[in-house]
């Protein structure tokens, strides 16, 4: 199946109109009958969407043909003899990134994005441009509010809210040019993350083999991004809720940088968003086929709410060999399996031949056991800043705790100094039994050590399939990057699918 970029791709270039790639990913969905990823789509809208799609890049289309023929003539009826004919300047190419800072207005089918009136210079009319996305059906988690849907967490509680206004994110994506058909299953109140099950939609199973999970919380995004039923998805990453199930089902999925994508519409339903200066431990981000694909989601939803505008930092490096890439690839805490294993020492064999720099071990001064449990700490605190259990921690254990996260997050950086990127497992297992309680002997909550440091931190960390076992399960591994330097964590892990022979 085609990535997000590529459908894109295809529909502006006239393969494919939008509206066939809506229908027939809504006919893909409502034919699945074992998987239980997407719970809840809006046909008609997401038709209506695509027929505006079609509509606008033909309108689009028209009017730089017209503008590129009346520029031709007006050319040729005032150059020189002495000039030589046929050198008017193209149109302008319509793939311009709009600026993520900024939203359409809330539950509308958004329009084109029109190039300012000072810009139809030279006696050209405006070319409308569209969005990289332009097009594309996709899907988000059912923890995010899109106007008309219904928002329940898998909560039978609020399995009759219905949002009146979409998250910040979904403005952006259709901003982008996407559009959203479809809500993805959650684990009830995304309390889970190794499995997704709820009393509202059900179980969601891993596509790879139906017996084991898909992961959690986000584990309807990963799954409907592996049985092909969404070109996009984004979810939420506490502990480690993106990474976890797009290791599980062989997909890609980014936490970003803590705080990069703004929160507003990611909500307990009923209750209003309230900005917060306390510290971000949750991060929402995209889950796609391809590393290319996290890129243009991050760029069309990354960046504070308007009037401020945002760019993603560039890359350090464009050519997998001069990138220094720090490696760990085992830990007593919770050790690999030979599947996890073999997949990871094979990939760094291949990246080390490939003239990368292998830099092995932890970072000086990082202490990954303490990391670990000082990550669990601050779990505990954002529960019971956001609702839950009230902590027993004193004043002075609280500022102990904030200072021990800020020294990892100095110890990291300083690492970032002198390598690029750090890659280790995403989690010591792949996709397990649904039900289980322990994993290959090892406690249910090890899956948490690997992802626990970056969750810590706040830096950029991104999960990539990078092989299966031999029964077809996908295995992975992950990519931390530097302090808001996401793309360099996506570019490594472009660069590194490309040598592998994946996307």
């Not at 990368?356 to 990082?366: F, M, Q, R, S, T």
Request: proline residues 7%; contains cysteine; hydrophobic residues 40%.
């Amino acid at each position: 199946m085609f990535t997000a970029g590529e459908i894109a791709e295809r529909i502006r270039t006239g393969r494919t109109t939008s509206w066939e790639v809506t229908e027939d990913l809504l006919d893909r969905i409502a034919a699945d009958t074992e998987v239980n990823a997407v719970v809840e789509v809006r046909r008609e809208h997401a038709l209506a969407a695509a027929a505006a799609a079609d509509a606008q890049l033909t309108h689009t289309a028209h009017t730089a043909h017209t503008a590129h023929t009346a520029h031709t003539a007006h050319t040729a009826h005032t150059t020189p003899a002495s000039h030589t004919a046929g050198t008017a300047p193209a149109a302008r190419t319509a793939h311009t990134m709009p600026t993520a800072g900024t939203v359409p207005t809330a539950g509308t089918v958004p329009t084109a994005h029109a190039v300012p009136a000072g810009r139809a210079a030279e006696g050209r009319p405006a070319v409308q441009e569209l969005g990289p996305l332009h097009g594309v059906p996709v899907t988000v988690k059912d923890c995010f509010d899109v106007a008309g849907m219904h928002t329940t967490w898998g909560n039978p509680a609020f399995a009759g809210f219905v949002a009146d206004e979409d998250a910040v994110i979904v403005q952006r994506l259709e901003r982008a040019g996407a559009h959203v058909v479809g809500k993805t299953n959650v684990h009830t109140m995304l309390g889970d993350f190794g499995q997704t099950v709820n009393e509202v939609y059900g179980r969601t199973n891993n596509p790879a083999d139906l017996t084991r999970t898909p992961g959690g919380s986000s584990g309807g995004a990963a799954a409907a991004l592996a049985a092909g039923l969404t070109y996009l998805e984004f979810g939420s990453d506490l502990v480690g809720s993106i990474r976890l199930p797009a290791a599980y089902c062989g997909v890609y999925g980014l936490k970003p940088t803590n705080g990069l994508v703004p929160e507003r519409g990611f909500q307990v339903p009923g209750t209003p968003y309230i900005p917060s200066e306390l510290p971000r431990l949750s991060t929402i981000g995209p889950l796609a086929r391809s590393a290319a694909d996290l890129r243009i989601a991050l760029r069309a939803t990354a960046g504070p709410e308007a009037p401020y505008s945002y760019n993603l930092a560039a890359p350090r490096h464009r050519d997998l060999k001069d990138f220094r890439v720090g490696i760990v690839t085992d830990h007593p805490a919770a050790p690999v399996t030979s599947d996890v294993g073999d997949a990871l020492s094979d990939t760094i064999d291949r990246l080390a031949a490939a003239g990368a720099k292998i830099v092995d071990g932890w970072p000086a001064g990082v202490d990954p056991n303490e990391q670990a449990e000082e990550f669990g700490r601050q779990v505990e605190l954002f529960f019971a800043l956001h609702g839950g259990e009230p902590t027993t921690m004193t004043v002075d254990q609280l500022l102990t705790t904030e200072r021990h996260r800020l020294a990892a997050r100095a110890n990291w950086q300083q690492y970032f100094d002198d390598v690029d990127v750090f890659l280790c497992p995403t989690s010591f297992t792949v996709a397990f039994p649904h039900g289980s309680t322990t994993i290959d002997g090892r406690p249910y909550e090890a899956q948490v050590f690997w992802i626990a440091h970056a969750s810590l931190t706040g830096h950029p960390a991104l999960s990539m399939p990078i092989g299966s076992t031999a029964t077809g399960l996908p295995t992975a591994a992950q990519v931390i990057g530097p302090w808001h330097q996401d793309d360099t964590a996506i570019m490594f892990a472009e660069l590194l699918a490309q040598h592998l022979g994946s996307r």
